[in-house]
DNA sequence: ATTGAAATTGAATATCGCTTTCAATTAGGA
DNA sequence: TCCTAATTGAAAGCGATATTCAATTTCAAT
């Protein structure tokens, strides 16, 4: 971890350390807020703009990826070995990860047929969860 | 046109005509600044909030749908029978429509093995076109 | 261990798409 | 024509993100 910052010319911080772990430790598509309130909740002393940050030093050093759905909020993903794909709901919010790796390939010779050197990709969703719909249908239309 | 707004219970107005008529005639992936400057420049006296309301409305009704690649600025494109992914370039914003009919039906399945009824979908690939990589070549690096 | 240049920090402030508010105007069915 | 709901434009508001800046800290080189 510190290894990889200097390598890059970044220097270790007790600040970046509890926001690192913090950050592996939540769940997935964690947004900077969600991610600055639970550090903040451990060390009230760290700002808001180093949460933040150090949240865009984690996509910089490739940890992590900026995952936006439309709505706003940027969202930090840590990268995987298997390129995934999202599907969330409109309405609660949900996310469900799926394998997106048989695309990839497609999407790779689309970019090089287009003269494009891919950098990423992102395959979305959106659509209503089976428990929204339920829940719409209950309380009538 | 006008028959669709009222099918929905809107109004046309000169404003809006004269909206949908520039926006119809830019090309894709118009951007509300970009749509706002345009008819603008057609009549000094269009409010830009008009013209932002009126582009949700082109949403509402089903003429075109917003385009989020996570760069803050969303863009509106037209909604064609063919469903396409997006090939930006991270550079210079160069857009490239490509086919993702194909993936659809991938998608769709994803989508309802997950009890997910879709309601949208994005497939994106962002990369450097050919046009930038030469530049950064050329100027070092 | 000390030094010092460069990086980092946190608070405050700025930015900038986008949204809302509201009084005045307008569209269009009755 | 009349009436009401929809629409408009200007201004103010909103909220996530970005920047500024003085003070502090890191760490490579002494
Ligand atoms: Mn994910
Ligand atoms: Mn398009
Ligand atoms: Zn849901
Ligand atoms: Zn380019």
Redesign the interface.
């Known amino acids: 971890m510190k290894e990889l910052l200097h390598a890059k010319g970044f220097k270790m911080t007790p600040q970046r350390e509890l926001i690192f772990r913090t950050f592996f430790d939540m769940g997935r598509h964690v947004s900077a807020d969600e991610l600055s309130e639970k550090v903040r909740r451990k060390d009230r002393s760290i700002g808001h703009s180093t949460v933040w940050r150090t949240l865009k030093l984690i996509c910089t050093v490739g940890l992590a990826q900026?995952v936006?759905?439309?709505d706003g909020i940027?969202r930090y993903d840590r990268i995987t070995r298997v390129p995934h794909?999202h599907?969330f709901?409109?309405e609660c919010g949900e996310f469900?990860e799926?394998d997106a790796g048989d695309?990839i390939s497609?999407?790779d010779k689309?970019?090089s047929d287009?003269?494009?050197?891919?950098?990423?990709?992102?395959?979305?969703?959106?659509?209503?969860?089976?428990k929204c719909?339920q829940q719409s249908q209950e309380s009538g239309r």
């Open positions: 900026e936006n759905i439309g940027t794909g599907l709901c409109l469900v799926f695309m497609r999407l689309v970019a287009s003269g494009f050197v891919p950098e990423g990709f992102k395959v979305e969703i959106q659509g209503y969860c089976k719909r």
